[in-house]
């Protein structure tokens, strides 16, 4: 189970690292959408391995094929599978996995819960799994550019000690990606980029931020109570591997301010209200103001390291693990187009969730 | 929409701050569970408004009545109904927010998204919405306690700039209980309830930190992908009014560590197997290690103060507001039962859900 | 589990037959929809006992409250709960089901699931339980008529070997609610009325079958695949108490023609795409074509009956039964607004769905 | 929407007629079940296109691969990925169905739907869509079969005016797949066929009722309510392609019984309780009791026939059509195993979630 996410614009995945191949169907896309596989190509591109010296040096090209769904260059409005082969797998690498657990990484806990995991790689628990959620991302970003010029644009906030500067009413896609680190600061960049280089050389690892705004999201999107935008956003970035923590707007630093210093005084400008100030994160009460809607996650340093570690063994004996295979030093930068893929997903789908309840009965007079 | 919560164990809640009253209903609760009144009304008692000087005036004794579900003192495994009548409402004070919006609350984006409001109080966005989901964490508690001694509690960890200092091993509900700003560290308490009577005297308000501790989880509850543990809980805990951030285990803090730092190493204990630190707060990939599972929630401060403020009206004139009406100065003290049910309406759908994947099997043999 | 239906507009009934009360909680309900308990109510009169000698003689007036989500008149948008308390109760009549089951009752089914039960009337089994589908419905056909004026009217098609003849294109409300069978035939409504009388003396029970017509379904509404409109409409109505067989358009009978004669040519009339007969009753690969959608619906005579009959106790004896309580000898007449209930939910629902999914990208152009 | 099925053994699937592939995600499996390709290709061999001389000559082996979820021959927890590529496609064929709605075919709502159809073969709502079921429906078997020896076994009851003689108490698997209408009784197979020759010949078409038994089937099994195992049942059969009625038990022929006629009484074997008939058809108030469950499904004819017939273009002119293609004259005998499916795929499910209700507070004791 938890393999599908979404209430109308709805996403399956499946695969694990190694085996015949990873994928995702995409149940509930509008009908009559331009896609093609270069749409979804250019994002699996930003998430694949191999892409620089500061990522795993695993070489996939991680090529998407639709199998369904598309016909004549047009969504059909019918399940959209897109699936990518595993190619440059080396299982043997893992053959010390089969019987070791790495500490802070999956293998025990599927253990408990299955009694049994695929030991080759990660199995359904390695970054190779978000493959699915960028691919179905591509096209929730498409949906959402075309209806309402919904701008969504990640980067690296923060890279272990190192922060960065960002406006995040001026980033673009192309200063992100202007550097493999995926940082607008060009600054920042240059310095956390030796800094992961480094660490990977000690055969140890890094985590950091991803800051993400989504801009001109339509006001109205979102729930009250148990699915509040807010609420979905955090369930959908914490359900990113390594991601241990989830901000929106003024986050963990709005408890250092009082009400008065923290609401966001509101004003009219032409059609619109606007807010003075953005604490809430373009978000209040659990639905979107029309401002950018801006969220934090953090990433954990990559659990999968060469560096020596105590652990133990299937049949709960001591062991010493110095683990083989080939690894992220820092997910961070990859994690970026994950983070935007996660974003997107859970705006399409508050939109067309709010076109279902909010639009029906006004829709046709 | 978005007023369901759960795939096994599921609750729906309904109900505004002003009107005919609030509840819920549980679907799925287990049959034959021990079940009456007071198990709720002990949760509810320590969410209600009036309980001190700290929280708002507004006197509500919450007294629930079970309305089905539950026949001779026992659970029937059919729908739970509770219901609790609204009855110290003054719609009266709210008169002005029939035109005005508060800042930084949520009456602007309900205009937005439904065209209209109930603005007598906060409507559906009030923490009275609240009382369901406590009522329903009651339950689950009850579930989780009676299937495997699982204990949950809550506490204030932070009010502004102050900060507990808190064991997970070895916190107490006794202690929780022991100060009415719900915190186990009595000078911590002490100097927390100065703070936010001195800031309800000046008309405005603080934010503050939760953080709740889960033994005795099961290893195993949770799943890989979009329902990650971690991920259920930050959508639980999120959803919860004037929530900002939200962290498991090392959380924002441990991108500050290398991998070869943050990793918890294993080692066998008896039958178990154990982790000499606990970085991950309990969850591995998704699931349940049997590690206390350790989480933490940023409430923002709250949006209704006394204080004069910028604003606009229903039809986008600027005008200034000074809040009336009954208010929380922190709602930081009675959120801690509110994240508790939360994670307890978590832990126990997981329960359900796991024993149904990967119980029926091996069950029968 | 299995007490929420529907996607989008998606209801939670809860409610024993004796106990608090019954209702049910509507979410997802878009709004600024006029709406007062009498809507409701004069659908519920429909559906209440004692309304008839042929009904049963148990009094209940079964007026209804809105507890929520309705404010100075118009739905919020928010969760609209509808409570109706039990009142004129008499668990004495069924002590000896506490320990005897009912032939073709759910006593036994319900111990052999839960372990227990409300023995006082049917618990969840009782027809009791429709009283939230029907309020909810009541919704649901006021939402379809605003928005495109749907019509949505069954009656009592046959009863044991009596069939009435019926025109789906002409048939009005009033025609129906002429008489106490609830049949536009006045012949055969005549004569049902007689049979059921008789039965009734006997202490025994008859079925028939509900036909239902939905006039003016916009074409579009429903899905491929799992969720076709008549699989939809099928769950509905077989999820209702007695009922044993469904059919859509030709049903049953329609594998008595060839292909050629039970194909539906179409035609082209002014904008509209129309078939000369109608063999598919409205639907076609699971989606509306704008044609009558007609089904029908076989409830199976009463199970609880004044005639003896033998059966067992719970601890397994064999045991005689001749049920005490008040039952309807015939539930078909009442039967009429439940299956018109349900067939409103599945096309609100669909009508909202497909507003979100085949509506979003074109809406805003 | 709507391609997704199942609580906790959710089935999602894809793919049109013509185009890359077909096929199933299966989330939600319990881990440690032996399953292999094989055990997948001898239900899809039963259903495959091309077996007999009365079904369609289209000529695909449906060779299926299993992408995902098994490792070492066993069943992991996750996803289970399961694709079957189109083949022997032949659009050319269907050049004409670009313009012109082939009647009682899904062609005219599909384009009210979506606005847009894939005409080459029947896209979505072709019978190959039913490959994902079957597939799925065959897991569903096995871990049904593992679990409780459960069997399910359905056969061809009638076809046009000829009805098959079968006890459901000792019809065997064995039985059915003897001759190639799928009927175990063997003067009726001899007739059918022939009847179903000679339609072929005439280029016009078929339609009959499949009926299917599921033995040994757990008491208790199924929910109170919406989610009644009849109408899981019958949502399931009735999303078929074709099929437009559904009975479970006496079905429609039960309203000419009277109560006392109707009711199954009950009587003690040994640690079971019985019933001495089985009209309700192995379910009471939607749950299993035990008795065989039996239900039959009516199939019209084929809608795709040789012959000419009038109809219209998508710009609404008029038009005759006899359409080319390949096709089956009766679909009964192919449904054969996808009404199975369908049956395993419900059974497979409830059985999960009642382990998760039912099973969870009892289960650690």
Known sequence: MGNTFGQLFRITTFGESHGGGVGVVVDGCPPQLPLCEADIQKELDRRRPGQSKITTPRRETDTCEILSGVFQGQTLGTPIAIMV?????????????ATTYRPSHADATY?????????????RSSARETI???AAGAIAKKILHHTANVEIIGY????????AIVDVNTVTMAAVESNIVRSPDPEFAEKAIDLIDNIRRQG?????????VARNVPPGLGNPVFDKLEAELAKAVMSLPACKGFEIGSGFAGVLLTGSEHNDEFYPEG????????????IQGGIANGENIILRAAFKPTATIRKEQNTVTRDKQPTVLAAKGRHDPCVVPRAVPMVEAMVALVLCDRLLCHQGQCQTIAAPN
């Open 204 to 212: 140890d690892s890094l985590g950091g931020v991803v800051e993400c």
């Open 111 to 123: 253990d408990a819960k299955f009694g049994f995991r695929n030991w080759q790689g990660g199995g």
């Open 156 to 163: 690296v906030k923060r890279i272990h000690t190192l922060e």
């Open 132 to 134: 699915g959620r960028v």
């Open 85 to 97: 082969r595993n190619k440059d797998t080396r299982p043997q690498d893992y053959s010390e996995m």
């Open 271 to 282: 059609d619109r209200v606007r807010t003075r100030t953005n604490y809430s994160g373009g």
